[in-house]
């Protein structure tokens, strides 16, 4: 059974910076796309990025040149640094694959930025 566990969410200001972490209990990890989704209140789940195997990236353009995604296949985690976030930025963050495969999704982790 696949276990996705995201961590890091949090309380911070404008163009303050979090590291959001995910630990996959997925079987040949480093082969798969993997992606970070964000969901707002009232607003569908969007992509924000997603790393391949081979670390191509793909950023949404809300997020290109603030946000990095990377991973490290040895333990199984993909991590999403955020930097100068905004108050948009505001949203519950997932990990899964891409394409999300929907029994995968977690609980997420909650970023808010406010002052």
């Known amino acids: 059974q696949v276990q996705l566990v995201e961590s890091g969410g949090g309380l911070v200001q404008p163009g303050g910076s979090l590291r959001l972490s995910c630990v996959a209990s997925i079987s040949i990890f480093s082969v798969h796309t993997m992606g970070w989704y964000r969901q707002a209140p009232g607003q569908q789940r969007e992509l924000v990025a997603s790393?391949?195997?081979?670390?191509?990236?793909y950023y949404a353009d809300s997020v290109k040149g603030r946000f990095t995604i990377s991973r490290d296949n040895a333990k199984k985690t993909v991590y999403l640094q955020m930097n100068s976030l905004k108050p948009e930025d505001t949203a519950v963050y997932y990990c899964?694959?891409?394409?999300?495969?929907?029994?995968?999704w977690g609980q997420g982790t909650q970023v808010t930025v406010s002052s």
């Open positions: 790393i391949t195997g081979g670390w191509s990236t």
């Open positions: 899964n694959k891409r394409p999300y495969v929907s029994d995968y």
